[in-house]
Every structure is written in C-alpha cells, then in structure tokens.
C-alpha cells in the first residue's frame, strides 16, 4: 500500500474569468494582476505545505499558477512540473469566447441544467470524466515508480478525515504523510473531477461539510484535498481508498 495527499488548486483569475466570459480550451489566457495576487496568496498560504510532486494542465493561467505557488514554497522551489494536458479545462464548443450567462441561457433553452448541458462541438461530462481517469492512472504509476521506498505491507493507517472537521490549517490532513501531490487545474474540470471522487469514487464526505458544496464551482485559486490509497502488489498501481479532507478553501483570499 502506498498513501498520499492529493492537493488541487483552481488557477488564478484571468480578465476573462473577470468579464465572466467562458474561456475553456480555445482561449488561453494569462492570469490578471489580480489573478498574480490570487496565487501569490495561494503560494503562501501553502508555504510550509510540502509536496513531492506538481502536475499541471498545460495551459498558461495554469502554469502561471502552479509556478507561483511553487516559487513560494519553502520545500519544492526547484520540483519538476509534470504540464499534462489531461487536465485541460473541458471544452465548451461553440460557447468559449461568450459570456458565461449565453450558455446558460443554452442551458435553460435545451431543458438541461448547466452543469450537464453540453453546447454544440463541446466536451460531454463523461468525455472529462475519462480524462480525468486518464490523469489519476497516470498519476498513480509516476507516484508508486517515485516512492517505492514508501509503500507499505499490508494496510496503511491514514487518519479517517470523515469523522471530524478540518482545524483550518494549511497542513490539514498531510502533517505526517510523506508524499503529497499539488495538482492545478481549472474550475468546470475541477467541479467535475469532484462528481467523480463522490459519486463513482464513493468518497465520503468529512464531517462538518454541507454536501451542496460538492459540484460548486471552486474560487479561483481555491483548493480541495483528499488523501489517498494505492495497492502497488501489481505492475498497475490502484486505487484502494479516498478520503476527503476539505473543498473548496478560500482562506487565503482576502473579501
């Protein structure tokens, strides 16, 4: 068995995250001055986190992301990041480039709500939904072929997160776990990784969390944390077990 954090982080505000336009896969935006700030913000707030490895989507307000926050940190300031375009933002066809409330109103117009509403050349959830699972068995085998010195006999004794809260620290979770993965992606990706972990995952919620939380969307710059088990008895590392620790966090972003 081997058991790791698994930390995500939604990207920086863009100017079209700011003019509520639908970015997607076509638009590849820089972060604004205020989405610098966002993750200037986020790097502290993880400084003394620490991670033994970074994926990232290949797109650029996500690269600008992760760098920032790994700039900050005082434990992974020289790690590789892995650029995996598995985690690209899920497509939205004809709607990238409109505003937000356009497609909505698609939405409402095809009877569907948003979040299932696939507009026309757009990604399907179960499309992301296979990327997603794409990226975790990726993920997987780099962490077991990286860490074998830490897999385990037998089974591993990770803190059940589902029967308290979180104290609201940055560590939440990873203070003692050895290997822990920050992934930064972006937000309709993230809401939909989410619907994965909970509903086809199983994961279960942590105490103290109002489940209606689970499919909103993640702030910019928010964070979400699970802690998870692998059996690596075979060639192919899989899953075994995941815990939620939080979704969701603002903390570091000032109202």
Do not use: W
């Not at 200037?40 to 996500?62: I, P």
């Not at 709500?113 to 507009?119: A, I, M, N, V, W």
């Amino acid at each position: 068995m081997l058991a790791f954090g698994l930390t995500i982080v939604r990207h920086g505000e863009t100017q079209c995250n700011k003019d509520g336009l639908l970015q997607g896969q076509k638009i590849d935006s820089p972060l604004s001055e205020i989405g610098i700030r966002q993750s200037e913000a986020a790097g502290q707030y993880l400084r003394d986190v620490k991670f033994t490895n970074v994926f990232v989507s290949d797109m650029k307000r996500a690269k600008q992301t992760a760098e920032i926050i790994v700039r900050n940190n005082r434990t992974c300031h020289d790690i590789e990041l892995v650029a995996d375009p598995s985690l690209k933002e899920r497509s939205f066809g004809i709607a990238e480039g409109g505003r937000v409330i356009e497609m909505k109103n698609m939405a409402k117009a095809a009877g569907q709500p948003l979040p299932e509403f696939t507009p026309p050349e757009g990604e399907t959830m179960e499309q992301v939904k296979v990327r997603i699972k794409d990226f975790l068995k990726a993920m997987f085998q780099q962490i077991a072929n990286e860490h074998q010195d830490k897999i385990q006999d037998g089974e591993t004794s990770l803190p059940d997160e589902t029967d308290r809260a979180p104290a609201g620290l940055p560590d939440d979770g990873v203070l003692n776990v050895p290997v822990h993965a920050l992934v930064v992606g972006h937000g309709a990706y993230m809401s939909i990784a989410m619907k994965y972990f909970f509903e086809d995952l199983k994961c279960p919620m942590p105490r103290g969390l109002d489940p209606s939380q689970r499919y909103s969307i993640c702030p910019n710059t928010g964070m979400c944390r699970f802690l998870i088990t692998l059996k690596c008895s075979n060639a192919d590392p899989a899953l075994s077990d995941v815990k939620c620790v939080f979704i969701n966090r603002r903390d570091h972003i000032k109202a």
